[in-house]
């Protein structure tokens, strides 16, 4: 006799928290989309999925940390919609109304191209006004680090970012920046980190619904281009123009993946000289639904593919690559190189690749030195870059007389050291004006790359001479990353504990001599999730779980002595012996980790 299934037993109370969410969210396409997985029939074999979806953005409130917020839009409060904003905007106007006790505190408020960004920036705007905080609106669509500028340049209190930078079209999120007389210190204009993201967050908890929470019809400000202006401005004063009157000799194809950068980009390459930059049209105009990538984040296989061929077919010498929201940059080159290590990209196969951040660390961080040379570093000027990245730019610093420092992963806690004069993190994130703005900058970071390959082909050499000349000085470090994707975010915390209880006993054949809990502490940092194993060799591994991405990543380097007068074929030769090296170390942590 067959057993008949058990009928399905909704949650009766989750139906009356979707039912009380419902009628006090601000949005009719959201109370719509809630409404319609309310009413699906019992018997409907849907009904089951429904409520899935239902107690899954219901299942808490959208996190608020040191990474703002940032998940997938639609509604319910562990999602980005208007009524989460809301309250994130409520409980900001709340800190900063306590932060600055009886004076009136000022935002700056910014936003991309993706869904919802216009709309969620000027809810923050409404509720910012009423609560009695001067709120400056950013015009139109803008890159992220316009925004950042503003916060320094106006010396607003905070800054508010509406993007979900790289993420996928689904998601939105919320970046927030402290400055003017909330953080007087280095971290002044910077992504805000502990203790000011609890605070704010228990300012937000105490938002009860958002119908208590007043939104002005009227009141902000909506600024003009002038500061976008001054940003633009700030950036081409970083061209070293030796005669302005000479063309610059270098042809760039440039793609900003269909997001914000494009405008912006376009006019500081133009005023700094540079006029053969070749766009790729089909990426140029912002675009919320991404339409010729895969995933809006350069450092994804085939998300610049359209740029290679561009580059190719127009016999560029660069390609520059901003993600969506214009924070990061990616470089791809022509490397003599690559015709011995081709890969499955299309770049692989024809001597072009897109150089690893920390390459582009490294080149940009020997740019900002060089561009001081002849001067006395000033007492405490340092570089610095996130624990994951590469340590080369030690070396670098070290060789010119700067200090440096390895952080916590992010931009919140490198763009903050004291006396910064470069800062970089691996994932394509670069520093190279925090005077100005205190955040990675995809913008100008292009802007002295693209200096950089001009004035080295004026040379006869190229951005691959360079990086051999680094090699030569400081020894070959290469690196590599693995990530792993979980759909279960509860596998990552049993991965983290499967490598702790059993890490590798050796990498790439060279035993493991120091294996440190990132959690406990290290080298005077904070505790943060992570592991970090060293090998005799000098090989260096962290695996740590993505602060913005479900995923668990594992970043990899791989050091190799080099003569100082090697030749092109020994550097080919010791690259070529440090990837393969790289390729048996990630094969260990696979096993290692049980994927």
């Known amino acids: 006799m067959s057993q008949q299934p058990e009928p399905f037993a909704p ?48 299942s808490g409130l959208l996190q608020f940390g ?17 009524a989460v904003v809301i309250r994130a905007a409520a409980g ?20 991309d191209a993706r869904y919802n960004s216009q709309t969620f920036a000027r809810d923050t705007a409404a509720v910012m006004t009423a609560a009695g905080v001067d709120a400056h609106l950013l015009p139109r669509a803008l890159p992220t680090p316009v925004l950042a500028f503003a916060v320094r340049d106006l010396g607003t209190d905070a800054g508010v970012m509406v993007t979900a930078s790289h993420n996928p079209p689904e998601d939105n999120g919320y970046k927030v920046y402290l400055g003017g007389q909330v953080v007087t210190d280095s971290g002044r204009g910077a992504q805000i980190v502990p203790p000011y993201d609890a605070d704010i967050a228990r300012h937000i908890g105490a938002v009860r619904a958002v119908a208590d ?34 063309p610059r000799d270098l042809k760039v194809v440039y793609t900003p993946l269909h997001g914000v950068g494009g405008e912006t980009i376009m006019t500081v390459l133009g005023a700094a000289g540079y006029t053969d930059v070749l766009p790729v049209e089909a990426q140029m105009q912002p675009d919320p639904d991404f339409p010729t990538v895969s995933f809006p984040n350069p450092e994804e296989p085939g998300a610049i593919d359209l740029a290679l061929a561009y580059a190719i077919e127009t016999e560029a010498d660069l390609v520059v690559a901003n993600d969506p929201d214009a924070d990061r940059c990616a470089l791809a080159v022509r490397d003599p190189h690559a015709e011995y290590h081709p890969g499955p990209s299309s770049a692989g196969h024809t001597g072009w690749r897109m150089l690893h951040g920390d390459e582009v660390g490294a080149l940009l961080g020997a740019a900002v030195a060089q561009r001081a040379q002849g001067t006395t570093p000033a007492d405490g000027a340092r570089m610095a870059n996130s624990i994951v990245s590469s340590r080369l ?52 970071a292009a802007l002295l790359l693209v200096q950089l390959a001009d004035q080295l082909k004026a040379q006869g050499r190229s951005i691959v001479d360079a990086l051999d000349d680094l090699a030569r000085e400081h020894g070959l470090y290469v690196s590599d990353q693995l990530s792993a994707r979980f759909t279960d975010l509860e596998q990552i915390p049993s991965t983290m504990a499967r490598l702790r209880s059993a890490p590798p006993a050796t990498l790439g054949g060279s035993p493991v001599v120091s294996v440190v809990d990132l959690a406990e502490g290290a080298d005077g940092l904070p505790p943060t999730d992570g592991l970090r194993l060293i090998a005799a060799d000098d090989t260096r591994v962290i695996v740590r779980p993505s602060g913005t991405e479900p995923k668990v990543k594992c970043y990899l380097e791989v050091v190799a002595p080099v003569a100082a007068d090697a030749s092109f074929e020994d550097l080919g030769t010791a690259r070529r012996a440090a990837r393969e090296k790289l390729d048996a170390i990630r094969d260990e942590l696979r096993t290692a980790l049980g994927l």
């Open 213 to 246: 929470v007043p939104r002005a019809e009227s009141g902000w400000t909506v600024l003009g281009d002038d500061v976008a202006e001054r940003y633009r401005a700030s950036v081409i004063d970083l061209a070293v123009v030796a005669d302005p009157t000479t």
């Open 393 to 444: 730019l030690s070396k670098i610093a070290a060789a010119h007389g700067y200090a440096h420092s390895a952080t916590l992963t992010g931009f919140k806690w490198i763009s903050r050291e004291p006396g910064l004069v470069f800062g970089y993190e691996e994932a394509l994130g670069y520093c190279v004006d925090p005077i100005h703005v205190r955040d990675k900058d995809g913008i100008s």
């Open 92 to 111: 900001l106007a709340a800190f900063l109304l306590e932060a600055r006790a009886g004076q009136r505190p000022s935002v700056a408020i910014g936003y």
């Open 66 to 82: 040191t990474a703002g917020l940032r998940g997938r839009m639609a509604g319910g409060p562990n999602r980005m919609n208007r």
């Open 11 to 58: 949650d009766h109370a989750l139906r009356e928290r979707v039912a009380t969410w419902i009628a006090d969210d601000p949005d009719p396409v959201t109370r719509a989309e809630l409404q319609t997985l309310l009413d699906i029939d019992l018997e409907d074999p849907a009904a089951p999925l429904a409520q899935d979806a239902l107690a899954d953005a219901f």
